[in-house]
């Protein structure tokens, strides 16, 4: 909240000059609203405000008392932050905000002393949400009917307070329209039986009871705790970080029996799992999550913890399961039907934990299920098996990316579109095109690849092929193949070949032809490539092509004709080149061109660049940096620098 809150008034006071000039109250439009902005001014009372504001923001001043008699009549207003009073304490008295009763949004969070009589916020019928975080409260907030006239209220925000108990008394069962109860930061222990009665036939759509104290340790019978979401429909629980064990969370998993939970959160649970190295703490196994087989899970989140080991049937008890996250544990091991069971899931993320190899029993057990997405990334991976995810028919999906791969991995994959194999070790791309067919999106970038030929001879295989990142390789030669380009009728939009050694490919004369036949390319990345020069028809066939990417090479000089088939081209760069003339004739074939960069460029001051000076002028073309913004060098120590239009009408007078 109080990140929203300095946001917010760093915008207003950019907005509107009035607002940051005059200390005080002041009235401005904002986005077709009227905003009186009254924030960090040292108010002691309510200063005079504007009767059609809309929007009033009141935060970091120093008021102490809120009446009924504290506002005039505000028929206009629906937003109201009060947040951050400085002075130490706020108490909201009887029907405070009478006179403000159309607000819809009301913001009393970060005053760490509230005092709220019963009454304070009676009358606010078309209220919408409340912030009352970081106050203070203790659970009376939710046991002493101050919410009874709440009757449009969405959003209710008790993050950060001194809750100990969720018990909401009866005036909640006439907020037909809360949808969101956020409670996170308290200090709540257990929820039972009919604890949440006055909930009943609600769906919320946000429950938020991380960071509390839920753990459900002491012993006890589960039937003295019978399920307190009975009649209660939540389409996301968040218990992420609270003191949990494997064992305290099954009981909490078996209370919860029957429950219609559509989406589950229990990150940062340090203690579910041994983690890596230990054995003195409880790992999952198939009774872990057996009370939740009835609640028609569909998405569960446990990243972020200390999971080391996945057992079989582990998650078996959420037979409904579309996406499981585990991204961010220690996982280096899963055994045999870990994932069985899992008959609907569509998306596994095992990103960022410590798994070493994929063998046929990894992921054996999901081969009956309908996967489409399968997260690898920021493993240790360096060995897939042969037909390690043969099973996988429906995969459309696999990210690898930063593992420590030495080739492509094996297999047949026939759904696979989108295929990550960046920051690996991979040397040449053998087998891809049997891999799948049906690739549209392959990253290959920040491997170890090095020819060119050999690569785009594999790439033959895959027609459907769309998207080609090869950036941060080591790309410097060209192999004799008797394949010598791609297909006629390439399907790719977007290739990346930015930094690797393509100087010492085309000095050697090979692969010139490389990019012929790409009549559907639309992106071209050349960059940091220490290019000097370009070989005459590179650009060949490349009709389609609207970016083009030549920064950060060594090129002093475009020859003319470079671009003369480049008729589509909208934004060149050619920014951090040592170009020391440029030559609108080699510009001239680009009839679209719309976006150029020339920034940092080398270019020498010389009359010969009054042509480029006078196309500049003339042109519709926008340059970064604007016009004025190109330079160029005088060729005599000590190189000063200066705006070529300067030197154009100081030095170059005819």
Known sequence: MLGQLWLLALWLLGSSPAVAEVQSCHASRVQSSVVSSCQAQHHETLPEIDPSTQILLLNFNLLSNISASSFPRLERLRKLSLGCQLGGSLSIGEKAFEKVANITFLDLGGNRKLSLQPTALAGLRQLEVLLLDANGLDETMLEGGYFQDLVSLKRLDLTGNQIKRLRPDSSFQGLKLLAVLQLRLNKIKTICGEDLTHLGGRHLSLLDLSSNLLSYRDPWNNHSCPSPFRNIRVETLDVSSNPWDVGSAERFFKVMAGAQIRHLKLQHSGAIGRGFGFNNLRGLSASTFSGLSQSRVLSFDMSHGFLSKLGPLVFSGLPELRALRLASN????????????????????????????????????????????????????????????????????????????????????????RLLLGQNRIKDAWGIGKLSTNLTFLDLSSNRMQDLRGLWNELRGIPALQFLNLSHNLISR???????????????????????????????????????????????????????????????????????DLSGNLMAMLPDGLFRDLRSLQVLGLQGNPLVTLSPSVLQPLQALAFLNLQEVSLLCHCSLRDLEAWLHSTNVTLSGGKEGVTCFMPTPPFPGMPLLFFIQSSCVQ
């Open 330 to 417: 220690q996982i280096h091991e899963i055994r045999g039907e870990a994932f069985a069971g899992l008959q609907h899931l569509w998306t596994l993320d095992l990103s960022h934990n410590l798994l070493g190899e994929l063998n046929m029993e990894t992921l054996q057990s999901l081969s009956s299920s309908p996967l489409l997405h399968l997260n690898l990334k920021s493993n240790h991976i360096g060995t897939i098996q042969h037909n390690a995810l043969e099973g996988l028919r429906t995969l459309r999906t696999l990210n690898l990316q930063d593992n420590a791969l030495s080739r492509v991995l094996p297999g047949r994959l026939p759904a696979l579109e």
């Open 478 to 548: 060209c192999s004799e193949h008797q394949d010598r380009a791609m297909p006629r009728h390439s399907q790719l939009r977007v290739l990346d070949l930015s930094e690797n050694s393509l100087n010492i490919v085309w000095n050697a004369g090979g692969c010139v032809d490389v990019f012929h036949h790409l009549d559907r390319l639309a992106a071209l990345n050349l960059s940091r490539n220490n290019l000097q020069t370009l070989p005459e028809g590179l650009f060949q066939g490349l009709v389609s092509l609207q970016a083009l």
